[in-house]
């Protein structure tokens, strides 16, 4: 059993940054690739980034691409998300979420094994 809590959301003003942090418990952090994805209002979830469990591998969604960056701290169970240049399309909840073994090729939240409850962004125009 993996829990992920992410923190770090809040209200900022276009063109400025935030950065996310989800926080894994357990021992196995480093055998789970993880995964960002976001819901705005009256929108479906999507995805948003990913990393593979040896960090090594990264994969964006191209609306973000060049504006977030994903990546761990297996020594601190923990993984980022540095957000540049929010807009306010940016505003969402931000879920991580956790693939075992996972390469951080999947785009589809409903592939990983875990996922926390959210964080909220909000970028003001």
């Known amino acids: 059993q993996v829990q992920l809590v992410e923190s770090g959301g809040g209200l900022v003003q276009a063109g400025g940054s935030l950065r996310l942090s989800c926080a894994a418990s357990?021992?196995?952090?480093?055998?789970?690739?993880m995964g960002w994805f976001r819901q705005a209002p009256g929108k479906e979830r999507e995805f948003v980034a990913a990393i593979s469990w040896s960090g090594d591998n990264t994969n964006y969604a191209d609306s973000v691409k060049g504006r977030f960056t994903i990546s761990r701290d297996n020594a601190k169970n923990t993984a980022y998300l540095q957000m540049n240049s929010l807009k306010p399309e940016d505003t969402a909840v931000y879920y991580c979420a956790a693939d075992y073994g996972g390469l951080g090729y999947r785009r589809e939240i409903m592939e990983y094994d875990y996922r926390g409850q959210g964080t909220q962004v909000t970028v003001s125009s």
């Open positions: 357990g021992r196995t952090f480093d055998s789970y690739a």
